[in-house]
């Protein structure tokens, strides 16, 4: 198994990544080095150049370099990922990432396997395959300008088959849509993270779109982890975020429908008050 992430130049991130690796005895190659990276294309575009010239059934774990975190060894990823029986898994989280006009993205959403939530839709930045499985993935959702995550949810509406999700988070465990919720999300005894949703030790954890300090408030009960301090904006964001993730999680578990009712409701509120104020006139 070679493990692999994207990082175009080292920082505090990318050591957190690293750090966490060495622990486990993981070498990590890092794909991109001094390159530019402009949209999620771009990752696409280096991952293709590195499994261009591979055996096919060679194994490929990829993980983000800068947002996430080794929790376990190889020989646990290998072993759950062979137990899944299929050539690609993938992570999962509560948000639905397809960036689309209105009535596409709903087109989307309807059409996406049922799944399991909370973890029910794709989450780009881990995953573990056979490298000429994900290149030939890989070579269909390539667009320049699009984002990966993007391109493989709308692929997966008409090709479920060829993408097993992990909705156990036995693998990757990935806090998008739900941070805020670590505490309640995650235990952490004797060095291990639980997962207490799945009730299994994720080997990855992911912090996607930049929620390190929910990512922390786990990892920083890990002896391997840097210490890091947060900005009190960061801090800010999170709890706004917390808010809202906190509120969805404990009635639909589901962001896209959540916001979408959410946005319905609003809708509707500001038609009754449109009739209301023509009746009065």
Not at 11 to 40: C, D, M, P
Not at 137 to 166: S, W
Not at 258 to 272: E, P, R, Y
Request: net charge neutral.
């Amino acid at each position: 198994m070679r493990v692999v992430t994207i990082a175009t130049h080292s920082n505090h991130h990318l050591e957190r990544l690293l750090s966490s690796a060495r622990n486990f005895n993981i070498e990590v190659e890092q794909l991109g080095r001094g390159t530019t990276y402009k949209t999620h294309n771009d990752k696409t575009r280096i991952l293709l150049e590195f499994l261009a010239d591979l055996d096919e059934d060679e194994i490929i774990l990829y993980t983000d370099g800068y947002d996430s975190v080794f929790l376990s060894d190889l020989d646990h990823i290998e072993k759950e990922y062979l137990k899944m029986g299929h050539p690609l898994v993938m992570g999962t989280e509560q948000n639905f990432n397809c960036d689309a006009p209105f009535f596409d993205k709903l087109s989307y959403y309807l059409k996406y396997p049922r799944g399991l939530k909370p973890y029910r839709f794709l989450n780009a930045g881990g995953w573990i395959g056979r490298a000429g499985h994900m290149k030939r993935i890989l070579k269909l959702v390539e667009k320049d300008g699009e984002c990966d995550q993007d391109m493989l949810n709308r692929y997966l509406t008409t090709n479920a088959q060829d993408i097993k999700l992990d909705y156990h988070q036995k693998i990757f465990s990935c806090i998008a849509g739900r941070s805020g919720m670590e505490d309640e999300d995650y235990l952490v005894e004797d060095g291990k993270v639980l997962n207490t949703n799945t009730k299994n030790h994720p080997a990855i954890l992911h912090a996607a779109g930049k929620n390190f300090y929910g990512m922390y408030k786990v990892t920083s009960q890990l002896p391997y982890i840097p210490k890091e301090i947060f900005s009190d904006e960061e801090i800010k964001q999170y709890k706004k975020s917390r808010f809202w993730n906190r509120l969805t999680a404990k009635t639909l578990r589901d962001n896209y429908l959540f916001h979408l009712l959410l946005q319905s409701f609003g809708v509707l509120l500001g038609i009754g008050a449109l009739v209301t104020i023509i009746s009065l006139l």
